[in-house]
């Protein structure tokens, strides 16, 4: 049922309605660092969509974190530091992106 798509994984064939495709702290560390990227670009075609990047940010904690992302507190700094999805800088730098935003 799953079929694959370059180097990125795999991806449902006849993909089901709300049903997020990459786990969603991944999307979420992701789209904090195009915030991060675009707002810190030179270029002014990127430094326009660092507004959008924070909008959409928003929205994420503010309604889709509460749904998909469910952390008991005491395995959450384990949740953040699996290497099968982070790297070490890739979590440091999130980590340093948070406090920023």
């Known amino acids: ?3 694959t798509i370059g180097a990125s ?4 064939a ?13 999307l979420l560390l992701q789209k904090l660092q195009a915030w991060d ?10 430094k326009k969509k660092a507004p959008v990047d924070v909008e ?3 929205w994420m904690l503010g309604f889709a974190v ?11 700094a384990t949740v ?5 999805l982070f790297d070490e800088e890739f979590e ?3 980590r340093e992106r948070v406090i920023e935003f």
């Open 1 to 3: 049922m799953y079929k």
């Open 9 to 12: 994984g795999s991806v449902p």
């Open 14 to 26: 006849e993909p089901e309605p709300k049903i997020p495709v990459l786990p969603f702290n991944v």
């Open 37 to 46: 990227d675009h707002r810190r670009a030179e270029e002014l075609r990127y």
């Open 56 to 58: 959409d940010l928003e």
């Open 66 to 76: 509460p749904k998909y992302l469910r952390l008991d507190p005491r395995r959450s």
């Open 80 to 84: 953040w530091s699996n290497r099968e």
């Open 92 to 94: 440091k730098r999130s």
